[in-house]
């Protein structure tokens, strides 16, 4: 079956406009799916090659997944609303944080009052998404800077999230249950009655959270709100003066971004981690995210996918080749190898494919359908 | 050319001053819009023509003088509100939105008449389907009246400069505006493409009503197209009147001719 | 009650760290100024040429150089170092960027940071390394006034004097050279450059040679206070408030926002530090300059912008 649009002829706008308009995706990303939601977890059941161990679960796709998932969020502010962020960790660690809190019962003593706020530890799944909504609500609040300054200015308040929250989570014994080393513990991940425990369970509760958020944003990013926010990213003023409010369309995407990028957060912690100290969520974090982004394509939710795999893969493959082939590198040469080959990628597409391998993906498949005439 | 059917003024513009440091770009200009016209607003480069409709669609805020829009007045204004009043507005050098493509940019014009909020969006299913396909169809009534039905998912920074101006109309016209304020629509056109775009300038006013205020340095279109022509020169309105009284006018004349003050 | 003594001490010595920032703080703004390019690399840049002096140091001292002898190539080699930086990223990457709106270039110096920390580190080691260039000891002022006297590093004496003579020179540089003067047109205006007839790619790689030699100058003087090593990019990251504080354009901005930060961050962490957990200096720059935008966007030297359209 050849890859062509032709001859599918689209008799409703709602048919042009649906998430994939060509048959042959629709069928690539059912089959996708399959895999990934029944293949890979049979797979994995009955220890058949890759899945000899768990490594491949618990190494590579579990964390996949949940840095697609940050991924999507950062793209949504980033790449679509073109509000440069360095603080995507600190929203991560806002997400998780909370989401601890709420799931081990919040206590906040107002003695001067004489009273105190009580909260119940709450389900594991309210927990996630009221994290979420935390992380939205100091997304706001770190958004508003934004409505009186431009990009490089906003890099600064983002950067300024990512210190004071990097020291919140460090010094307020608070969030941490007062735990003496810093470190805490996820509570058990119940999710009305079924315990996550094994990697297969894990992955797919993550398969889940990010299938339905990708689907979603994707929808968001389509629909007009998406497009008062690349309006907002190509021409600011122009927006405005064609009726776009700067103001809802710049904390609408403060908000669903860090919403998501907070859920990450939660599941990294929970899920992923398991027990964890606020170094996950350094500016590394941040800065790896973005890369990501920009990797994979900025305003692309595929290319969130695409970039999440490659800064996941490089080190790795840093790691193994040179192994295989008998000359092992050490590990500080993989660091500094992986900080120059990621730095020479980032200048190599801005300059080239701002929009990422997404761009170069779907540059590759108009060659398919023109293919073998391409006229 | 079909006169307005009415007198009914729709914008004011009363004793408008605007100054940047030492560049006074507008003194003391008052003027005004008939609904359902064509105004032309010409003037030498730097007359100030541009700042005028940055003023009346409160991109800048006027030093002195007041607007007055379907009979409110007010000095001062905010872009958006100019927006969800009926204005709306091309830009001299194109400004459409780079990374979408020409459908997207139009459907954005649309934004005001959006009534689903995030989270029918997000879901994007029933009611939320329905107004985008509602849309979809405005949007595309406006693309085959700008013909334009071949280039519609095409990103419009690849497009030629004749079909990005003809997108940013579009755009302009997908926000259903009163008053269209329309900046050097023709600079740089060729002139098979000229004709085009007065076709549209002229099929919009005459089908939709549309009020249009147009800056045009091409004194044969402006004479063809407008019932009334302002004339700015150094931010001061020198002449005003239909296109032959300006044409005839000793002050247009000199200033065109670069007479020195 | 602070006793006054304890203030001064403080506040002493939080403008004499603030100096330091500000010569961070001075290398992003030359670069700002002249290409608008908001460089995130400055801080790498600064790790590189420390890296470069104190590995050439080592190496020539241990080659029996005389000290004198050895701190002038070494200097020299950094400063070559630094020049191949500037022509390769003018080369590479801002060359071919120009004109791409600013957040794409802010982004590939991104890029060129982690470029720069990869190879700084894999060239010259990634080890903390002490360099000795000014006396680190300090002194008692004012000993009859206050109990105690005040102290005073002399590193930050130091420091201090540096940085008055590199702006000194900065300024003589713009006022006095064909290349500098060039420079100031560009930043009034990029179309001007052009009437100037000096390549706008000559210009750029001065003002990146400049920057890179600026960073130079604050690596000596970092790299003697704590060692030459990886967290100095961290410290230099804190420019990046300094400037936002100073407004991006100003030279004098840059070094007032330096001292503001540098004072405000040690008088914080020592009289408000003990009550909320300490550690404050970690984010206060960051939260200060925050502030400043949502009340002054233009930071408080920069000029006020009108968009056009
Ligand atoms: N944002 C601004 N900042 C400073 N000066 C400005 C600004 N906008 C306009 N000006 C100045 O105001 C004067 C009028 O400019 P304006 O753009 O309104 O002229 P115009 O009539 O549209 O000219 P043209 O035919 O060249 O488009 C010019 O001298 C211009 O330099
Ligand atoms: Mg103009």
């Known amino acids: 079956m050849l890859y062509r649009e032709t001859s599918q002829f689209k008799t409703t706008y709602a048919e042009d406009m649906a998430i994939f308009p060509i048959r042959q995706d629709r069928i690539a990303l059912g089959v996708l799916l399959g895999i990934a939601f029944i293949g890979l977890p049979l797979l994995a059941t009955f220890h058949i090659w890759p899945f000899g161990g768990d490594y491949l679960l618990w190494a590579i796709l579990l964390p996949f997944l949940i840095l697609a998932l940050a991924a999507i969020g950062t793209n949504i502010l980033v790449g679509y609303c073109g509000q440069i962020s360095l603080g995507s960790g600190a929203f991560m660690a806002i997400g998780a944080y909370s989401a601890y809190k709420l799931a081990t019962g919040v206590h906040i003593p107002l003695a001067w009052l004489g009273f105190a706020i009580s909260i119940p530890p709450l389900p594991i799944l309210a927990s996630i998404l009221l994290g979420g909504l935390a992380a939205a609500g100091v997304g706001i609040l770190f958004g508003i800077p934004s409505l009186r300054i431009k990009g490089l200015y906003l890099a600064v308040a983002t950067l300024a999230a990512q210190f004071f929250f990097d020291w919140v989570f460090l010094r307020v014994p608070w969030f941490t249950n007062y735990a003496p080393s810093g470190s805490v513990n996820a509570p058990e991940l119940n999710f009305f009655g079924v315990v996550v425990q094994t990697p297969i369970e894990r992955y797919l509760l993550c398969l889940t959270f990010v299938t339905v958020t990708a689907i979603l944003a994707k929808n968001l990013v389509r629909g007009n709100l998406g497009r008062q926010w690349m309006a907002i990213r190509d021409m600011d003023i122009a927006a405005e003066l064609i009726g776009i409010r700067p103001l809802y369309a710049k904390l609408t995407a403060f908000a669903v971004s860090s919403f998501i990028v907070g859920v990450a957060g939660a599941l990294w912690a929970f899920v992923y981690l398991g027990s964890w100290e606020p170094l996950a969520f350094s500016l590394d974090r941040s800065l790896d995210l973005l890369f990501m982004v920009i990797i994979g394509g900025l305003g692309s939710i595929m290319g969130s996918f695409v970039g999440a795999a490659f800064i996941l893969i490089v080190p790795i493959m840093l790691n193994l080749i040179p192994t295989e082939l008998g000359v092992p590198l050490s590990t500080e040469t993989i660091t500094h190898l992986q900080l120059i080959i990621f730095g020479s990628l980032i200048c190599y597409l801005l300059i080239k494919e701002p929009r990422g391998f997404a761009r170069l993906i779907s540059i590759g498949k108009e060659k398919l359908r023109l293919w073998p005439f391409p006229y | 050319m079909r006169a307005p059917d009415t007198n009914e003024v729709l914008l004011q513009v009363e004793g408008v001053a605007l100054a940047f440091g030492g560049v006074r770009a507008l003194r003391d200009v008052s003027f005004n819009i008939r609904k359902g016209e064509i105004r032309a607003i010409i003037g030498p480069n730097g007359a100030g023509k541009t700042s005028m409709l940055n003023v009346i669609n409160g991109f800048y805020h006027p030093d002195h003088g007041a607007i007055t829009f379907k009979g409110r007045t007010r000095a001062r204004m905010q872009p958006f509100e100019a927006a969800r009043g009926g204005i709306a507005r091309t830009f001299q050098n194109v400004a459409l939105f780079k990374g979408m493509s020409a459908l997207d940019n139009i459907m954005a014009g649309r934004t005001l008449k959006v009534r689903r909020g995030l989270l029918w969006q997000m879901l994007r299913y029933g009611p939320a389907l329905a107004e985008e396909v509602e849309h979809r169809h405005r949007v595309e009534e406006i693309i085959d009246f700008l013909e334009i039905e071949a280039i519609r998912k095409v990103p419009v920074a690849r497009l030629p400069y004749g079909l990005q101006k003809r997108v940013e109309l579009g755009r302009a016209l997908a926000m259903e505006p009163d008053l269209l304020l329309l900046d050097e629509p023709m600079a740089g056109m060729n002139l098979e493409e000229k004709e085009d775009m007065s076709r549209f300038i002229i099929d919009v006013n005459n089908h939709y009503g549309t009020t249009i205020a147009l800056i045009e340095h091409d004194m044969a279109v402006v004479m063809d197209l407008s019932h009334r022509v302002a004339v700015l020169d150094h931010g001061v309105k020198i002449a005003d009147g239909t296109p032959d009284e300006v044409k005839r006018n000793q002050a247009v004349i000199d200033a065109y001719l670069g007479v020195a003050h | ?309």
């Open chain 3, 1 to 309: 009650m602070i006793a006054l003594g304890q203030f001064l001490e403080v506040l002493i010595g939080g403008l004499m760290s603030g100096v330091l920032y500000s010569l961070v703080a001075l290398g992003f703004v030359l670069i700002f100024k002249a290409s608008g390019v908001f460089n995130y690399a400055q801080g790498a840049m600064v790790l590189l040429a420390g890296l470069a002096l104190v590995r050439a140091l080592d190496l020539l001292i241990a080659q029996g150089f005389p000290f004198w002898a050895a701190i002038v190539l070494g200097i020299g080699f950094a400063a070559a170092i630094m020049a191949t930086t500037a022509w390769l990223i003018e080369r590479l990457v801002i060359g071919p960027l120009v004109n791409q709106d600013a957040l794409t270039l802010f982004m590939s110096t991104i890029g060129v940071t982690f470029v720069l920390e990869g190879a700084a580190e894999m060239i010259f080691g990634s080890d903390v390394y002490p360099l000795r260039l000014f006396p680190t000891d300090a002194w008692f002022v004012f000993e009859g006034l206050f109990p105690g006297g005040i102290l005073i590093n002399k590193l930050d004496v130091w420091g201090a004097l540096i940085a008055g003579i590199l702006v000194a020179g900065l300024a003589l540089f713009f006022q006095h050279t064909k290349t500098g003067r060039a420079l100031r047109a560009v930043a009034d205006d990029h179309l001007a450059a052009h009437s100037v007839g000096i390549p706008i790619s000559w210009i750029w790689f001065v003002v990146w040679l400049v920057a890179g030699l600026v960073a130079l100058v604050a690596a000596t003087v970092w790299g003697t206070k704590l060692g030459v090593q990886f967290s100095i990019t961290f410290l230099a990251l804190k420019a990046l408030p300094v400037l936002i504080i100073g407004g991006l354009t100003s030279i004098p901005g840059a070094i007032a926002g330096g001292l503001i930060v540098g004072a405000g961050e040690k008088i914080a962490e020592v009289f408000l530090g003990p009550s909320i957990g300490g550690g404050i200096e970690y984010w206060f720059a960051y939260v200060l300059a925050l502030a400043v935008l949502l009340v002054r966007p233009q930071g408080l030297f920069g000029e006020r912008i009108i968009e056009r359209i």
